[in-house]
């Protein structure tokens, strides 16, 4: 029998120490070390050339056969837009998210839309009955006939049940409600969710199927578990979103097999999650017209330009110390902008408060949207509207340079496609705009000519 032997994992990072410790010395994280009790196995001594040669042998780059059919279409092109055209066969998928945001549901979705496409689907719950998981069904209008649901926690009849039926799809939901017989920690810890993870992927890669899971996530966003997590799945995607907002963004932070910047939007409605096919135009609607302090922007999220309405307030207040709230863009850039406008436009902002917002309750962190962010304050700040057909995108710097920024053709057919007729943009850029019908391009290279060709001041 194996000795036992007690050791601390941190929760956070899954270092591992003899003895207890306040502070984990590999991630930094306070009162995180938890004590385990796992088993010291002896080292094997049977020489690795005698325990499966054949398959570890190496194989020459042109002796390898890939198979013809190795993506397999979800039918929902914002998921097959975000997975680089579908899901690849054998492929181990993490989908972490807040709870309530809708993980659940896009994973039930994703079942009639494979089931109807005469895929097995096997949909397995640790924290559902089959019951439960069926109302949710109905509520979302899944009724195929190829769907199997299971509850269970135990990872050796989950692998059991997995090598029977044999299906297309695997869909855990969540992996740490799932334990191991063989390990003595509690479900959820460090341990319990690195060995289910391996399991399921020597699962996935052995028998060619394809295994998503779901992984919860803490108070600071990050998914719950060791990082080696992250680093054993073949994809890793985020659903992000206000739970009280309508929008949902699903983000592919890691992806073997495509690309990792590209994004899908989707509306939370009462039957499920509807596809956003044109982010733009449900962006904007219901823009308000000709009022102080909105600016439209365009953003780049992989190969999609998305339009967004920028907003700003810049109040005036009678206390020492102003207030800056940022919404949807990151804080300490709006706090950036507002020091260049001080500085390189002169506008006294230091007795105002300035609260800048992306509509939709979107989050964007790229810095092309700088320059709108810029002009929006600044029009709240001199209550002066902007014209509604105006589209402002550029990169500003601390000196006020307005810096180019990547795909500007894009953005500026995006915008003559939904109606814009000017374009505030970088003057590097311009240079190198391809005539565009329909909509006139200025070019600015410092945020005081930008400022003048708004008319804001």
């Not at 706090?335 to 002169?346: M, T, Y």
């Not at 307005?402 to 496609?417: L, S, T, Y």
Request: glycine share 10%; with cysteine; aromatic share 4%.
């Amino acid at each position: 029998m194996a000795k036992l032997k007690q050791v601390y994992i941190c929760q956070e990072c899954g270092y591992e120490s003899g003895k207890w410790m306040g502070k984990c010395p590999s991630c930094n994280e306070w009162g995180s070390l938890v004590e385990e009790v796992v088993e010291a196995k002896k080292p094997s001594l049977t020489a690795p050339s005698s325990r499966g040669a054949a398959s570890s042998a190496p194989v020459k780059l042109r002796d390898v056969k890939i198979e013809n059919e190795t993506r397999t279409t979800t039918g929902m092109k914002e998921l097959d837009r975000v997975l680089g055209g579908g899901i690849v066969k054998g492929s181990l998928i993490l989908v972490g998210g807040d709870p309530g945001i809708g993980k659940s549901t896009l994973l039930l979705q994703i079942c009639e839309e494979l089931g109807n496409q005469n895929r097995q689907v096997l949909y397995i719950s640790g924290e559902e009955s089959v019951a439960q998981i069926k109302m949710r069904g109905e509520r979302l209008n899944v009724h195929t006939e190829n769907l199997n649901l299971l509850a269970e926690t135990n990872m050796s009849f989950i692998e059991a049940h997995i090598k029977n039926t044999k299906p297309d799809l695997v869909i855990l939901d969540s992996i740490q409600t799932v334990y191991c017989d063989d390990i003595t920690s509690a479900p959820g810890s460090v341990s319990q969710v690195r060995e289910a993870t391996h399991k399921l992927m020597n699962l996935g890669k052995g028998y060619g199927i394809t295994i998503m899971i779901v992984g919860h996530v803490t108070k600071e966003g990050a998914l719950a578990g060791p990082r080696v997590l992250e680093h054993m799945v073949d994809t890793v995607l985020y659903f992000e979103g206000e739970r009280h907002a309508s929008f949902r963004i699903l983000r592919a932070v890691k992806n073997r097999f495509g690309s990792t910047n590209e994004i899908g939007v989707f509306e939370m409605q009462d039957v499920g999650l509807k596809e956003v096919l044109n982010p733009s135009e449900i962006m904007l609607a219901g823009r308000p017209m000709d009022v102080a302090g909105s600016l439209v922007s365009c953003s780049l999220e992989g190969t999609r330009p998305m339009l967004i309405e920028v907003q700003a307030l810049a109040s005036f207040t009678s206390f020492g110390m102003p207030r800056r709230t940022a919404t949807g863009i990151d804080y300490n850039r709006m706090v950036i902008l507002i020091a260049v406008l001080e500085k390189r436009a002169g506008l006294d902002m230091g007795n105002y408060d300035v609260y800048v917002n992306l509509a939709g309750g979107m989050r964007i962190n790229e810095p092309s949207l700088d320059l709108a962010a810029a002009l929006a304050i600044a029009s709240s700040f001199r209550n002066t509207p902007i014209d509604p057909h105006t589209v402002v995108f550029g990169e500003v710097g601390l000196t006020g340079e307005i810096r180019g920024v990547a795909m500007a053709e894009k953005r500026v057919v995006e915008a003559a496609k939904l109606g814009f007729k000017t374009c505030i943009m970088p003057k590097a850029n311009v240079e190198k705009l391809p005539f565009i019908k329909g909509i006139k391009v200025i070019g600015v290279s410092h945020i005081g000519e930008a400022l003048e060709v708004i008319t804001v001041r």
